[in-house]
């Protein structure tokens, strides 16, 4: 059984608004087809309590960025993200005012959490 569930995070300034993810996990972006996206990398941050944000780092020390551009929609890997329950993004050049689309979901198969790539 899949629950999806989505959001919107606007940017001020370089960072996002927090999105709230509680015990789902992020899945995916959607970029609006706007010329402002073209060309941006975001740096992923993550939290457990909304406040104290952390630099998202795989498991081989490699930080988590994200190439984005206008009219996009960006799959990410649920292991990534299992645990954390709020994340922010910071863009690599001023996004004020824009926002992008947040996905995320959970995954079930005979009560157990399944993660799977995308």
Do not use: H, W
Not at 21 to 49: K, R
């Amino acid at each position: 059984m899949y629950k999806k569930n989505s959001t919107a995070t606007t940017f001020t300034g370089l960072i996002s608004s927090p999105v709230y993810v509680d015990s789902q996990t992020t899945c995916g972006i959607i970029v609006p087809n706007d010329v402002a996206f073209n060309s941006i990398t975001l740096s992923v941050q993550v939290s457990t309590d909304g406040i104290n944000f952390y630099n998202l780092y795989d498991d081989t020390g490699a930080q988590k960025t994200i190439s984005i551009g206008a009219a996009r929609a960006i799959s990410l890997y649920l292991g990534n993200y299992a645990g954390f329950a709020y994340i922010q993004f910071t863009a690599n050049a001023n996004l004020n005012g824009k926002a992008i689309m947040v996905l995320f979901r959970e995954m079930y198969c005979n009560g157990y959490l399944l993660l799977t790539k995308n």
